[in-house]
């Protein structure tokens, strides 16, 4: 079993529609989740962090179930330029490390 | 949010040659940096873990001496891909940063 998993999608949605992204992670000592976005051919940035209350910025919003172990992203009204793939990202050590999921893709149309 | 660089962006180079890749934290100070290799339609796998003034960390798989890293200041980490073959041929990442990773812009290395 992957220690973070998500459904590589991809997710085709029309302008405007509300889209959610789940992602389960193996370990339950983990301490810290990201989402973070990736557009083609380039790096990984930071979209948000999750935090165990949930947080929302604009459109998006996350959310953590440590009891289940799983997080989410939701997007709201989305817009073409939001089209990228969306990385759950897990931090699992008292360090930095992050181990990432496999990636959401996500298609927004016309 | 911080700034990392990497350098060169691309490169191509011919088998068996080395090819080393350079990431910079701008502007802050990183005792600790991580590289990362993303084939295409793929996640990122941490291939091994920097650390300023001792040896590097690798992830199992990841051949120490085919890929050498060197972190000898608090703001330089470097990969070198020694004997670079096709199979090589990746996307590679750097990230440095405290509560949050910040990546630099990565190096596609192609491998003729």
């Known amino acids: 079993r992957k220690e973070v998993e998500q459904d590589p999608g991809p997710f085709n949605v029309p302008e405007g529609a509300t889209v959610a992204f789940n992602c389960t992670y193996s370990?339950?000592?983990?301490?810290?989740f990201f989402w973070y976005r990736q557009d083609c051919r380039k790096e990984p940035k930071l979209l948000m962090s999750?935090?165990?209350s949930g947080n929302e910025d604009g459109r998006f919003t996350a959310q953590l179930n440590r009891a289940s172990q799983y997080i989410s992203l939701l997007i709201r009204d989305s817009k073409l330029s939001d089209s990228a793939t969306y990385l759950c990202?897990?931090?699992?050590?008292?360090?930095?490390?992050?181990?990432f999921g496999g990636g959401t893709r996500l298609m927004v149309k016309p | 949010g911080a700034v990392v660089s990497q350098h060169p962006s691309r490169v191509i180079c011919k088998s068996g040659t080395s090819v080393k890749i350079e990431c910079r934290s701008l502007d802050f100070q990183a005792t600790t940096m991580f590289w990362y290799r993303q084939f295409p339609k793929q996640s990122l796998m941490l291939m091994a873990t920097?650390?300023?003034?001792?040896?590097?960390?690798?992830e199992q798989g990841v051949e120490k001496d085919k890929f050498l890293i060197n972190h000898a200041s608090l703001t330089l980490s470097t990969l070198t891909v020694t004997s670079a073959h096709p199979e090589d041929s990746s996307f590679y990442i750097c990230?440095?940063?405290?509560?949050?990773?910040?990546f630099g812009p990565g190096t596609r290395l192609l491998v003729l």
């Open positions: 990202v897990v931090n699992s050590d008292a360090g930095n490390m992050l181990t």
């Open positions: 920097s650390n300023e003034g001792s040896k590097a960390t690798y």
């Open positions: 370990n339950s000592a983990s301490q810290s």
């Open positions: 990230s440095g940063g405290w509560e949050t990773q910040y």
């Open positions: 999750v935090y165990s």
